[in-house]
C-alpha cells in the first residue's frame, strides 16, 4: 500500500445497524473542540456534568457512576471483572449473543458458572431463574442482557431483580443497547450494577462505555478480597480519578467524552420520555412497513423499539440484501449473529437514526431490492402504513424539525 | 447540579505536560467526519491505511499491528496480558512510574515477577538485566520502558534486545511517549512487542492505543495454554477483526481512529527524522533557556526530547507554580510523580505542542514567575539562549510554518 494517502474521506451512510448510529452534527462538533489535560480543573468540571447527566439517563442517585474509557464490551468487562472473584457463583441467563460474551468472561473471571439459556428471540420468565438460585449455594451475582441487540427482545427486569436480592446476589444488567432508547430504570429497578455504550440510543461516537454501580456493589468491590484481573478496568482506581480525589489512573479520552456530552445534553434536552416515545413512533412506523411488506419479526413479543429482527424470506441471501442496500442506496444495516446468521435482518433505529426520514429510505430501498429480486411485494403498501403511523402519530413534523 | 447545560465551552490551552497534547487542527476536523459502521468496507479501509501507517512510524513489518480500543494503559495491560500465563517468569526493569505500572499489571497475570529497579531519572546498564536473568529459571518476558514520562530518561533498548533473547525471553517495550518523537526501531532492534499512545508525539488526543507484535510472539499468543485474562484486550479475538478475517469482536471508536489516521498522515507526511529532528530542536531551545535560568535538569543524561524534567528550586511550591502557570498563562505543564512528586517539572514538547511558539512561551511565563517569588534570575537570558539554538538552526521559520 502506498502512503502517501489523501485527506480521509467518507462515504455518505445511512447508519441503520445495530450502532453505530448516526450522530447530531453538534456532537462531532464537540468532539472537534481543542483537547484539554486530563486534570485541568475545566475538564474535571466536564466530567461532573457527564456524570450528572449520566445519573439522570441512568435514572439513578449511584455515586459510583461514570463513562469507562473502552466501547461497550469493555463496560461488561468492567462491571463482571470487579464483581466477581475466582470461585464465586455466578447466574448469567443467556438468550442471545451478548449473554454469552458475558458467559465468556464470566469464566475468564474464575466464576463457578450457572448458565441458563432460553430460545434467542424470546425472554426469561423470572421463575425459571428463581428456581435455578435455588440450586445454587451462595449466588454472588445474576446477569442479564436488557435489550438483546442479536434478537430484537427486552428483557422483564424487575422481579429477576427482586429474585437475584432474594437470593442475596447483586443484580448486573447489559443495557448497551436500550439505554436513552427505552426506559432503564437503575434505582426503581433496584440494579446492582449496569453498563451500556455511547454510540447506540445515546447518539454519541463509540468509544466510552456508561457504567453504575450501587453502594451495595460499591461495597462489594471495596470489600474484595484479591484485586480485579484488570488494572485498565479497576473500579476501585477509576472511581478514585472520576471521584473527588482525582488520583491519575489513565488518560482520559478527552474528545470522546465531549462528545458524550454533548449528546447527553442532547438526550436531556429532548426529554427523556418524548425520546422514548419517538424512538417507539419510529419502530411501529418501520414494524407497520415490514409487515405490510409480508415479512414477519424474529422477536414476536417484547420487542425492541430501537432494534428489529425481520425475517429473511425464504430463497434469499442475507449478504445480497444487505450488500444492495449498502452498495446501491448507502443503507447499512446488520444480519444475524451465531445461531440467527443467514436467517434475519437488524435494523437499528437509535439515537440520531431514530427518525422518519431513514425508516422511510429504509422501507422504500428494502421493497425496491425484494421486488426485484423476486418477492411478490404489494408495491406502496410499506409506505402507506408507515406514513399512516406517522399521520396518526401527528408527530411527523415535530420529528422532522427534531434537530 | 442543574442539568439545564448550555453548549460545550473550553477554554484555552498550551498543553506542555506529559499529554494529551495539543492536536492540528486536521486531527479534530477528520475526528468530527460522520460515523461510519465498523464493519463498512470504507472503514475496513481505514483500518488498513491506519495499520500501514503505524507499520510505518513503528518501523516494523510485523503483521499484528493495530491500535488497541483503549488508552496506552489499555495497551500496556494487553501486551503483558497476551504474553503471560500464570506462573510464566517476567522480569521488569524499574526506572519510574509506568515500569512500575508493569510490575502491577504482570503480578495481576500471574506472573512469577523478577522486579529490577534503578534510581528514577538514570537508565539500566545492560549488564544488569543480563545478570537477573542469569538468575532465573526460564524467563519469558523482558519488559522496560523506553521513554520514562515520569523521569525524562530514555532507555537505550538494542542491547537488552540481546541479552533477552539470548535468555529465551520475548522482549517487550513501553514507547507510549517515544513513538513519532524519537527513533524506535522495533524491527532493528528486534523488539517482540511494544505499545504506545495517540496523544503523546503522535499527535492525536488520547483513546487509541497502538501496539506490534512481533512474529515470534503472535506464536507464542498462539500457543497458549489458558485464554488472555481479559476478553476486551485479547489479541487473538482483536486480530480476527483487524485482520483479513473481520470478525466482530467490539464496536471500534470509529472517531478515533479517523483522528489517529489523519495524525499518522501528518507525521509520515512531514517525515519521521525531520519530525525527530524538530523534537530535538525544541528540546535544545528549551534546555538551553531553563539552564540559563540557572535552573537543573533531572535527567542527568539519555534525556528524552519530548519530556523535561526540571528540578524545582528549593522554597519553591510545585503547586504554587504550576497553578500561577495554568491560571495566568494557560499553560498546563505536570509535576513529579511517586518519588518525584513535589520535586520537578515535567514539561512535554510533544507532537504539534513542540514548536518554538510553546518553548518561548513557557519559558516567557517561566521566567516572570520565578522571578516574582523572588529567585534571582538574569531577565532575559532564557529567551536569549533558546532563541539562539533556533537561528543556529536555521529552523525557527519553517517551525513556524509547519502545519
Given at each position: 500500500m502506498s502512503l502517501q494517502l489523501g485527506e480521509l474521506r467518507v462515504p455518505r451512510r445511512i447508519l441503520m445497524g445495530p450502532g453505530p448510529t448516526e450522530v447530531n452534527p453538534r456532537v462531532l462538533r464537540a468532539m472537534s473542540l481543542p483537547v484539554l489535560g486530563h486534570l485541568d480543573p475545566a475538564f474535571l468540571e466536564i466530567m461532573n456534568q457527564v456524570t450528572a447527566m449520566l445519573r439522570a439517563v441512568f435514572q439513578t442517585q449511584n455515586e459510583l457512576t461514570l463513562a469507562v474509557s473502552g466501547t461497550g464490551t469493555a463496560g461488561m468487562e468492567a462491571t463482571l471483572f470487579n464483581l466477581i472473584e475466582p470461585g464465586d457463583e455466578v447466574l448469567v441467563a443467556v438468550k442471545g449473543y451478548f449473554g454469552d460474551r458475558m458467559c465468556q468472561m464470566a469464566e475468564r473471571a474464575g466464576a463457578k458458572l450457572t448458565r441458563l439459556d432460553t430460545e434467542w428471540g424470546t425472554v426469561f420468565e423470572p421463575e425459571r431463574i428463581g428456581a435455578a438460585l435455588k440450586t445454587m449455594a451462595k449466588p454472588k451475582l445474576v446477569a442479564i442482557v436488557h435489550a438483546e441487540t442479536s434478537t430484537g427482545a427486552l428483557q422483564p427486569i424487575e422481579e429477576i431483580a427482586r429474585l437475584a436480592h432474594e437470593a442475596g446476589a447483586l443484580f448486573l444488567i447489559d443495557c448497551v443497547t436500550s439505554l436513552g432508547g427505552t426506559p432503564v430504570l437503575i434505582d426503581e429497578w433496584k440494579v446492582d450494577a449496569a453498563y451500556s455504550g455511547t454510540q447506540k440510543c445515546l447518539g454519541s461516537p463509540p468509544g466510552l462505555?456508561?457504567?453504575?454501580?450501587?453502594?451495595?456493589?460499591?461495597?462489594?468491590?471495596?470489600?474484595?478480597?484479591?484485586?480485579?484481573?484488570?488494572?485498565?478496568?479497576?473500579?476501585?482506581?477509576?472511581?478514585?480519578?472520576?471521584?473527588?480525589?482525582?488520583?491519575?489512573?489513565?488518560t482520559a479520552p478527552i474528545n470522546a467524552i465531549y462528545g458524550c456530552h454533548e449528546a447527553l445534553r442532547l438526550a436531556l434536552d429532548e426529554g427523556l420520555s418524548v425520546r422514548f416515545a419517538r424512538h417507539l413512533r419510529n419502530h411501529h412506523a418501520l414494524v407497520a412497513g415490514v409487515e405490510a411488506m409480508g415479512l414477519t419479526l424474529h422477536a414476536s413479543a417484547n420487542r425492541l423499539p430501537m432494534l428489529n429482527t425481520i425475517r429473511i424470506p425464504t430463497g434469499l441471501d442475507d449478504m445480497r440484501i444487505r450488500g444492495r442496500l449498502l452498495n446501491e442506496f448507502g443503507i447499512e444495516i446488520a444480519g444475524g449473529l451465531g445461531a440467527l446468521k443467514g436467517r434475519i435482518l437488524r435494523v437499528g433505529i437509535m439515537g440520531y437514526s431514530s427518525n422518519p426520514h431513514n425508516v422511510t429510505l429504509f422501507l422504500a430501498a428494502l421493497e425496491h431490492i425484494l421486488a426485484s429480486e423476486g418477492v411478490k411485494i404489494p408495491r406502496g403498501a410499506a409506505l402507506a402504513s408507515a406514513h399512516e403511523v406517522y399521520t396518526q402519530a401527528a408527530a411527523s413534523v415535530s420529528d422532522h424539525s427534531g434537530k
Open positions: 462505555s456508561p457504567v453504575t454501580f450501587s453502594p451495595r456493589a460499591v461495597e462489594v468491590i471495596r470489600n474484595r478480597k484479591t484485586p480485579p484481573q484488570s488494572w485498565y478496568l479497576d473500579m476501585g482506581l477509576i472511581a478514585r480519578y472520576w471521584g473527588g480525589d482525582r488520583v491519575y489512573h489513565h
